[in-house]
């Protein structure tokens, strides 16, 4: 039997003679067993959710070349359904991340899961431009509600010892569920044209919903932290450490004081106010640099004498670089921390992104160095994540999440529609791409400076229950 933590007291009253536990620390319960077949379950329902909030973020670039040959339009036109989605996603991290940390992570990310797969559904019966940017900005909404939520609850069910590694996996969903999309519409859209995308990426969702509402729990430093349903909590504990022996007298622990406060004021409060700044500062900066080449990459790559075929695998390089990242990123991170690795690599990122837009480069070396900027910038957001998580304690951990993915998100906006005007201005490739590097430089200078700060983390005074 493992050992209890210094803070478990144990005490008699257990059923049937067993030793009862006083006084359960949750965290510390959690940081020293081995991660259960109950915790994995709950990161796959989480970590399935991420991936369909990735497949249908991105569906709407894979079926755009169908619908501008279906409905005889101009893809110029569906600039603005492209960004009405992602305005929709900003409203909705900012929002959703609130309600979670008033009512809850479970039914917030069930909700929202449900309300985009019902969208989505509903996006394959639209016939006209003004339904589809409609039906796009409805369905960002639902989707800006998952990835804070996910990547909460696998926060609070992770031991401290590999909680930025199972967390990056979980995010790693997302950039997968892009992948997914380009091979699923590649064999649904000839078959049944580009509405089976938008109902594949409807019917999916509503089964891990069916899944999730069966089986996942909610965070059990939540309900502690609120009083509620502990009974439930007795369960889940038990599922993670059968040891564990729970009377009438039992209190739980977690260590946080309780926080009836405006979320959002929270953030700012207990001397986290320069690093919340921060931390919306460099994931706007790291969505901006990311959006701006994943959106034109491929077309500046054709502009500059590339073939079409090369110019996709530009492209699909930058996502793969962000896989690979995000894998090798979460064990390193739980080695050395945040500040080890995440200032070299958004410096590397500033040499690598410069060198990509320099004339007469070779094809390998342009391929080398748009992977590796994918390691940095694509595999780094996941660990911005991450590092929220780090930052605020349950009370308003979905807030601080939800909030800097939405601030973020106004960079994911702004970046591709700048690049655009920055070619409309005629800048040459190499002065684009060192123009892209200063996002890079910027996020690295305020990593920096948040690793000086000091600042009340995730941990604050105990709480307990009874």
Same mark, same amino acid.
């Given at each position: 039997?493992?050992?209890?933590?210094?803070?478990?007291?144990?005490?008699?009253?257990?059923?049937?003679?067993? @030793?009862?536990t006083a006084a359960i620390d949750i965290p510390a319960l959690i940081d020293s067993h081995p991660v259960s077949s109950f915790q994995k379950w709950i990161l796959l329902l989480v970590g399935c959710a991420v991936v369909m909030d990735g497949f249908d973020v991105q569906a709407m670039g894979f079926v755009a070349p169908a619908i501008v040959k279906a409905w005889g339009i101009d893809k110029a036109a569906l600039g603005p359904v492209f960004g009405a989605?992602?305005?929709?996603?900003?409203?909705?991290?900012?929002?959703?991340? %609130?309600?979670?940390?008033?009512?809850?992570?479970?039914?917030?990310?069930?909700?929202? !899961?449900?309300?985009?797969?019902?969208?989505?559904?509903?996006?394959?019966?639209?016939?006209?431009?003004?339904?589809?940017?409609?039906?796009?900005? %409805?369905?960002?909404?639902?989707?800006?509600?998952?990835?804070?939520?996910?990547?909460?609850? #696998? @926060?609070?069910?992770?031991?401290?010892?590999?909680?930025?590694?199972?967390?990056?996996?979980? @995010?790693?969903?997302?950039?997968?569920?892009?992948?997914?999309?380009?091979?699923?519409?590649?064999?649904?859209?000839?078959? +049944?044209?580009?509405? &089976?995308?938008?109902?594949?990426?409807?019917?999916?969702?509503?089964?891990?919903?069916?899944?999730?509402?069966?089986?996942?729990?909610?965070?059990?430093?939540?309900?502690?932290?609120?009083?509620?349903?502990?009974?439930?909590?007795? +369960?889940?504990?038990?599922?993670?450490?059968?040891?564990?022996?729970?009377?009438?007298?039992?209190?739980?622990?977690?260590? =946080?004081?309780?926080?009836?406060?405006?979320?959002?004021?929270?953030?700012?409060?207990?001397?986290?106010?320069?690093?919340?700044?921060?931390?919306?500062?460099?994931?706007?900066?790291?969505?901006?640099?990311?959006?701006?080449?994943?959106?034109?990459?491929? !077309?500046?790559?054709?502009? #500059?004498?590339? @073939?079409?075929?090369?110019?996709?695998?530009?492209?699909?390089?930058?996502?793969?670089?962000?896989?690979?990242?995000?894998?090798?990123?979460?064990?390193?991170?739980?080695?050395?921390?945040?500040?080890?690795?995440?200032?070299p690599i958004f410096a590397i990122a500033v040499l690598t992104i410069g060198v990509i837009g320099q004339p007469a480069l070779p094809l390998a070396l342009l391929l080398a160095v748009v992977t590796v900027s994918g390691f940095c910038v694509v595999g780094a957001q996941p660990a911005l994540i991450a590092l929220a998580s780090s930052v605020y304690p349950t009370t308003v951990r979905a807030t601080g999440m939800g909030w800097s993915l939405g601030i +973020?998100?106004?960079?994911?906006?702004?970046?591709?529609?700048?690049? &655009?005007?920055?070619?409309?201005?005629?800048?040459?490739?190499?002065?684009?791409?060192?123009?892209?590097?200063?996002?890079?430089?910027?996020?690295?200078?305020?990593?920096?400076?948040?690793?000086?700060?000091?600042?009340?983390?995730?941990? =604050?005074?105990? &709480?307990?229950?009874?």
């Open positions: 039997m493992k050992a209890f933590p210094d803070s478990l007291e144990a005490s008699a009253g257990g059923a049937g003679g067993a @030793s009862a989605g992602l305005f929709g996603m900003l409203v909705g991290s900012l929002v959703l991340s %609130i309600c979670a940390d008033r009512i809850g992570r479970r039914p917030v990310l069930l909700g929202a !899961t449900v309300f985009f797969a019902l969208c989505m559904l509903a996006t394959a019966f639209v016939r006209t431009l003004d339904q589809l940017l409609a039906m796009r900005f %409805i369905t960002g909404i639902g989707l800006g509600g998952i990835m804070a939520n996910a990547s909460a609850l #696998a @926060s609070e069910y992770s031991p401290l010892r590999r909680r930025v590694t199972l967390m990056m996996w979980v @995010s790693c969903g997302f950039t997968g569920g892009a992948v997914l999309g380009g091979l699923i519409s590649a064999v649904l859209i000839p078959l +049944g044209g580009w509405q &089976g995308v938008f109902v594949f990426g409807g019917v999916v969702p509503l089964v891990i919903a069916a899944l999730m509402w069966r089986y996942m729990p909610e965070s059990m430093q939540f309900l502690v932290l609120r009083g509620r349903k502990l009974d439930r909590v007795h +369960g889940w504990l038990q599922r993670i450490a059968p040891e564990v022996r729970i009377g009438p007298g039992t209190r739980y622990v977690v260590h =946080e004081a309780k926080q009836d406060g405006a979320p959002v004021a929270e953030l700012f409060r207990a001397g986290r106010g320069p690093a919340t700044l921060l931390l919306w500062g460099i994931n706007f900066m790291n969505l901006l640099n990311l959006f701006f080449l994943a959106n034109w990459l491929p !077309t500046i790559a054709t502009e #500059a004498g590339y @073939s079409g075929g090369t110019a996709v695998l530009v492209g699909t390089l930058l996502q793969v670089g962000g896989v690979v990242g995000t894998v090798a990123m979460g064990p390193l991170i739980d080695r050395i921390g945040f500040y080890r690795v995440l200032v +973020g998100r106004a960079g994911s906006i702004v970046g591709p529609v700048l690049a &655009g005007w920055l070619i409309g201005l005629r800048w040459t490739n190499s002065a684009l791409f060192i123009a892209a590097a200063v996002p890079a430089l910027l996020s690295c200078v305020m990593v920096l400076c948040m690793g000086r700060l000091k600042f009340t983390g995730a941990t =604050e005074r105990p &709480g307990e229950t009874t």
